[in-house]
């Protein structure tokens, strides 16, 4: 394993902060490549838990941890999280590197995020409210952007901030009809206050990560957010803003699609969601709230109860596809042990035809109606088992089928969240 990327195949919180937490044990450095604090990792190690929203999960193994420049960075956040994992006792900020060329997440962001919730009404996203969308708009508009590097002269940032926050203003009062209005000369203190403290860190990421991969160090990329919340492969609009598909990997840290060896797709063994936005195989039953509660399904970041439902194949084919991906992690076994059956959604019934790709159009993904095979449970509990062979048949042979019913193998199943629950099945190789 040289340089492997790890992302979710579903709609985000598969665990894969756990299990960037495995593959960074003999990592030389872990590296986030988009997103922002939308996301929220977990990595679980006896009775620390550590809450990961913009640094890699690589930091809980004390790894070089790098933000890279396809991220969106609120600075205040950063600071609150170096400060949360530092009192766990862990040593953070000689290990955290930040791209000179990331994006800022800037106030404005966060009152248009909400702006934007409130005006759509039941039409709604259902964002994180964290400035996400916003920020990568302003990225791609050229006229708005800030970024890390830009806050290395006081007055070029002030200068610039007055013309943004004049539009930014203009449309929070007039297109949204709020009284909130911002102040460029107090928003450029209050970044230089944080400049202050992580100036330290801001470098040329882009540069360090070829050089590891030129020295064939052990590189693992950390995917936020999710295959089916990707900007273009995800159930648009209904997603986030960035690219969190493999290919994000070389655009968001600088490197070339030839310099990543493999791709690892995290499975949850369900399906959960937060957020609006079609879900075939959505259980709004008792069901649905009996996975949410063995699960704990809660947002890391927001506390927003989670949507749960069965396994979703059709979902995991895009993911095969849209990230080239060579093996998967399947997380969360052990929800699925009491139940008498599982059932597997192996095709969908679209206006009377049957299909096994997630359809891409969203009136067509919201009258998906699942096909499901049906699975016999274990009814037994897996949280103790260390290999395949300890799993229950029936749980081997649930494993199995989502490896044949996808074409892809799997490489890692856990079976609780502390870090030992988890169950090698082979090491990845690079392709
Ligand atoms: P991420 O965003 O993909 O990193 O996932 P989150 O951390 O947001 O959500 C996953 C949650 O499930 C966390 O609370 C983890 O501690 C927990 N978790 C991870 N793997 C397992 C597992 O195999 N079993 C159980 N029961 N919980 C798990
Ligand atoms: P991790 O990395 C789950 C969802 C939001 C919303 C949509 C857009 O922990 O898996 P945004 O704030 O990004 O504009 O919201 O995307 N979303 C996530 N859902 N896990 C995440 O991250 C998510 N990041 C964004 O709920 O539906
Ligand atoms: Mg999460």
């Known amino acids: 394993m040289s340089s492997t990327?790890?992302?979710?195949?579903?709609?985000?919180?598969?665990?894969?902060?756990?299990?960037?937490?495995?593959?960074?044990?003999?990592?030389?450095?872990?590296?986030?490549?988009?997103?922002?604090?939308?996301?929220?990792?977990?990595?679980?190690?006896?009775?620390?838990?550590?809450?990961?929203?913009?640094?890699?999960?690589?930091?809980?193994?004390?790894?070089?941890?790098?933000?890279?420049?396809?991220?969106?960075?609120?600075?205040?956040?950063?600071?609150?999280?170096?400060?949360?994992?530092?009192?766990?006792?862990?040593?953070?900020?000689?290990?955290?590197?930040?791209?000179?060329?990331?994006?800022?997440?800037?106030?404005?962001?966060?009152?248009?995020?909400?702006?934007?919730?409130?005006?759509?009404?039941?039409?709604?996203?259902?964002?994180?409210?964290k400035g996400i969308g916003p920020a990568y708009t302003d990225k791609v508009s050229r006229t708005y952007g800030l970024r890390?590097?830009?806050?290395?002269?006081?007055?070029?940032?002030?200068?610039?901030?007055?013309?943004?926050?004049?539009?930014?203003?203009?449309?929070?009062?007039?297109?949204?009809?709020?009284?909130?209005?911002?102040?460029?000369?107090?928003?450029?203190?209050?970044?230089?206050?944080?400049?202050?403290?992580?100036?330290d860190m801001i470098c040329d990421t882009a540069e360090m990560v070829w050089q590891a991969r030129k020295h064939d160090r052990a590189i693992v990329f950390e995917g936020a957010n999710a295959t089916m919340l990707d900007v273009d492969h995800g159930t648009y609009p209904f997603v986030t803003c960035s690219t969190p598909t493999a290919g994000g990997a070389a655009v968001g840290t600088g490197i070339g699609p030839t310099a990543i060896d493999c791709v690892i797709g995290v499975v949850k063994a369900y399906t959960s969601r937060v957020g609006e936005g079609p879900f075939p195989t959505e259980l709004k039953n008792e069901v649905g709230d009996l996975i949410r509660e063995l699960g704990h399904e809660y947002g890391t970041t927001t506390g927003r109860p989670r949507r749960c439902g069965w396994l979703d194949i059709c979902v995991l084919r895009k993911a095969a596809r849209a990230n080239g991906l060579a093996y998967l992690a399947v997380t969360h076994l052990d929800i699925l042990d009491e139940f008498d059956e599982v059932p597997v959604c192996v095709a969908y019934d679209v206006d009377g035809r049957r299909t096994e790709t997630f359809p891409s159009s969203l009136r067509d993904a919201e009258k998906a109606v699942p096909i499901y095979e049906i699975m016999p449970g274990w009814k037994t509990s897996t949280n103790g088992c260390r290999?395949?062979?300890?799993?229950?048949?029936?749980?081997?042979?649930?494993?199995?089928?989502?490896?044949?019913?996808?074409?892809?193998?799997?490489?890692?199943?856990?079976?609780?969240?502390?870090?030992?629950?988890?169950i090698v099945i082979k090491e990845p190789v690079a392709l």
């Not at 007055?155 to 460029?184: C, H, P, S, W």
């Not at 029936?394 to 502390?418: F, K, Q, S």
């Open 148 to 199: 890390m590097g830009d806050l290395r002269d006081a007055d070029y940032f002030l200068e610039r901030l007055q013309r943004i926050v004049d539009d930014k203003n203009a449309m929070l009062t007039k297109l949204y009809g709020m009284d909130t209005t911002f102040d460029a000369r107090a928003i450029c203190d209050e970044y230089m206050g944080y400049y202050a403290e992580i100036k």
């Open 5 to 129: 990327v790890i992302i979710g195949t579903q709609w985000g919180d598969e665990g894969k902060g756990r299990v960037v937490d495995v593959y960074a044990a003999n990592a030389d450095m872990v590296v986030r490549y988009q997103g922002g604090d939308n996301a929220g990792h977990t990595v679980k190690i006896g009775d620390q838990k550590y809450a990961l929203h913009l640094i890699p999960s690589g930091i809980v193994r004390q790894k070089p941890s790098i933000l890279g420049n396809g991220m969106v960075i609120n600075p205040k956040s950063l600071l609150k999280e170096i400060g949360e994992l530092e009192a766990t006792g862990l040593t953070v900020r000689p290990h955290i590197f930040i791209s000179e060329d990331a994006h800022l997440i800037m106030p404005y962001h966060i009152a248009l995020d909400g702006a934007s919730e409130r005006a759509m009404g039941a039409g709604k996203i259902g964002t994180t409210l």
């Open 387 to 422: 290999s395949y062979d300890d799993l229950p048949a029936n749980a081997r042979h649930y494993l199995d089928r989502m490896a044949e019913l996808t074409g892809v193998p799997i490489c890692l199943v856990t079976v609780g969240n502390e870090r030992t629950q988890t």
